[in-house]
């Protein structure tokens, strides 16, 4: 009975591998694809801005109203710090306690991926492989890898 409970186990942590991989590899092109077009997007929306309002605002302005902005925010943000207000130090402490529980399993699975990944590369090495097998096990190697840091023990 005991051997069926732990069968059983391996069983759904298997599954659980597979469904994450699939997910990984099906949704890793259409997010990545995402924030790029996203990021080019502001980018030539800043280049655009910036002569326009260089030309209409003066070349100093723009300089220096950044740098307000930026003094407000911060002015903004270091009295919410340092104010007795119970919401903002509630805040920083939930903050403070998710980045102590996060850390630590970010940092596994940081490691195991680029274990995994290193284990790829060594094999594309070690088995001369071509282009396309040669990203397949870098890729298989950093998905294992990351997905045993995630939920292994």
Request: glycine share 10%.
């Amino acid at each position: 009975m005991e051997s069926c409970a732990i069968l059983l186990g391996c069983v759904k942590r298997l599954t659980w591998f597979t469904v994450a991989a699939l997910a990984i590899v099906v949704l890793a092109g259409p997010i990545l694809g995402i924030v790029v077009t996203l990021g080019v997007f502001a980018l030539i929306g800043f280049l655009l801005w910036l002569p326009l309002h260089t030309v209409f605002c003066g070349p100093h302005s723009s300089w220096r109203s950044t740098c307000e902005g930026a003094k407000k925010w911060r002015r903004h943000m270091a009295a919410c710090v340092r104010s007795t207000d119970d919401r903002c130090h509630a805040f920083g402490v939930r903050v403070a306690d998710f980045v102590r529980w996060c850390w630590p399993r970010v940092r596994r699975v940081g490691v195991e991926a680029f274990c995994g990944a290193a284990v790829g590369v060594l094999i594309v090495v070690l088995t001369g492989a071509q282009e396309a097998p040669a990203v397949a096990a870098v890729a298989v190697g950093l998905t294992a890898g990351a997905l045993l840091g995630l939920f292994g023990e």
